[in-house]
């Protein structure tokens, strides 16, 4: 038989009807699109595909329980790497990764790895009721801080080895920047509250509102009988332009504008969370964070998005999806801008007019492409005289995020990077002893799947440790 040289279409739901619902997008396949698709895979001998995967999940392996349609034994093949498989079906960029690698990509589309490993875990989480079984306890006591991706791993891989792990959380809900960042569209809250019941089965305790650094701090944790620490903190300091305006009412940050839409429930119809809705909105960036913060805006009744981006569509670091689906909903990009100034109301007549003080439109500058920069992408130059400004009441500002200094402000012997990212060793090992650090806390804003590498490092790290 004929291998199909395109992968199978993702059903999802129109444009002109998931821009006005928090619904999740992408359909999932069925079994029958997912049994074709798995046709595609070759079964490379020597696996390209798991060399491109930061959790490195035996691909060929999990599809070929597809293909023989034993979905659970395929679940359980992607269990052995990854304790998040409905998350990284969903979020991971596998283009750039174990689809990039794949044998079938050099002459056709590459296999829609991340399509079925979606399939498989929703498979699982829809049919298959029973518990993992509890390995038995070690008796070593390992503290976790953080509930985001590389967290997570973290406190996986080391449960299924009888560790006994704790998970500290600063917010009142468990999941990190899969509950506060990525919307509701991308990634529903029940997918994510299942992978984390999944680890609380093996052992993982979780608790919530704890702040490392003032609830407790690294020292008083260690204690309390933690024999190793994990940090996996995040990276949650937005970053702004310094550029006027930016104090104005109406200005957000990007965190702060999906924290309150995702983890406060802003979306909700019911909700009682503050939030700026309708009218024209700015989203300055060009990132998957930014695309998020865009078509969420657009989802609370926003008239008109704009994405506003200084450089040109090849250098967006946003997925190639996620920027489709984002002009399928008729979001509007303006490339090659730069803001230079964020414009407010002001009504001369009356001082006390309510609207004075609020964003009233962001002025831009036009850009070039110039020489390449230290990375090798050409260094945007703003051409001179070209300002013009965007009407918008809200600008979203989402330019990236560093670590928060709370824990090393609070830890003494924790060496950071000027950027303040822990610095580690290959094995994630801080400049304490005991103490190891992976994710966005070490390397600043990343995927969520490079952080569930650092996370998986850092579990065989300090198993070795405390063995």
């Known amino acids: 038989m ?5 992968k199978c279409e993702m059903p999802t739901q129109l444009p002109s009807v998931r821009a006005k619902n928090f619904d999740e997008v992408a359909l999932g396949y069925t079994v029958q699109m997912a049994m074709g698709e798995a046709e595609r895979c070759l079964d490379c001998k020597n696996k390209p595909c798991v060399a491109g995967c930061p959790v490195n999940i035996d691909i060929p392996d999990f ?3 597809i293909k023989k349609g034993e979905f659970e034994e395929a679940y359980q093949s992607i269990l052995k790497s990854s304790s998040l498989p409905a998350v990284c079906g969903r979020v991971c960029p596998q283009e750039s990764q174990c689809e990039q690698k794949c044998t079938m990509g050099i002459k056709f589309e590459p296999v829609g790895i991340g399509r079925l490993e979606r399939f498989v875990a929703d498979w699982h989480n829809e049919n298959i009721t029973e518990k993992p079984a509890r390995p038995r306890s070690n008796g070593h006591r390992v503290a976790v801080v953080g509930s985001g991706p590389s967290g997570l791993t ?16 600063a917010l009142h809900t468990a999941g990190g920047v899969l509950v506060y960042g990525i919307p509701e569209f991308r990634l529903p809250k029940a997918i994510v509250a299942k992978e984390v019941d999944t680890l609380k089965a093996l052992g993982v305790t979780i608790e919530t509102n704890v702040v490392i650094g003032k609830t407790l701090t690294i020292d008083e944790l260690f204690d309390m009988g933690y ?32 924290t309150r839409s995702n983890l406060m429930k802003a979306y909700r119809t019911d909700s009682q969370t503050p939030i700026m809705r309708g009218g024209k909105v700015a989203v300055v960036g060009g990132g998957n964070v930014a695309m998020d913060a865009a078509r969420t805006a657009l989802r609370l009744g926003a008239e008109k998005v704009y994405i506003v981006y200084r450089r040109s569509e090849e250098e967006l670091p946003a997925r190639a999806e996620e920027v489709e689906h984002a002009k399928e909903e008729g979001i509007e990009f303006h490339l090659l801008r730069n803001p230079v100034e964020i414009l407010g109301y002001q009504n001369p007549d009356d001082p ?47 330019i990236g995020t560093s670590p928060n200094p709370l824990i090393k402000d609070t830890t003494e012997g924790l060496t950071v990077n000027a950027r303040g990212g822990i610095v580690v060793t290959e094995e994630g090992l801080t400049s304490r002893e005991g103490v190891y650090a ?4 070490v390397t600043g804003a990343a995927t969520v799947i490079s952080a569930m590498g650092a996370g998986k490092v850092a579990a065989k790290a300090i198993d070795k440790y405390l063995s």
Request: aromatic share 8%; with cysteine.
């Open 352 to 398: 006390k007019d309510p609207k004075n003080g609020f964003v009233s439109a962001i002025r831009c500058i036009k850009m070039e492409l110039g020489e390449p920069d230290e990375k090798g992408r050409r260094k945007p130059v703003p051409i001179a005289g070209s300002e013009y400004d965007i009407p918008a009441g809200t600008v979203i500002m989402s």
């Open 2 to 6: 004929a291998l199909n040289p395109k």
């Open 154 to 169: 973290c406190a996986g891989d080391l449960a299924k080895k009888g560790y006994e792990v704790t998970v500290y959380e």
């Open 438 to 441: 992976g994710g966005d806390a």
């Open 227 to 258: 024999e190793a620490v994990f940090i996996g903190s995040g990276a949650g300091l937005p970053s702004f332009m310094n550029i006027p305006g930016e104090s104005l009412k109406g200005v957000y940050s990007a965190n702060e504008f999906l």
């Open 63 to 65: 599809i070929s329980y």
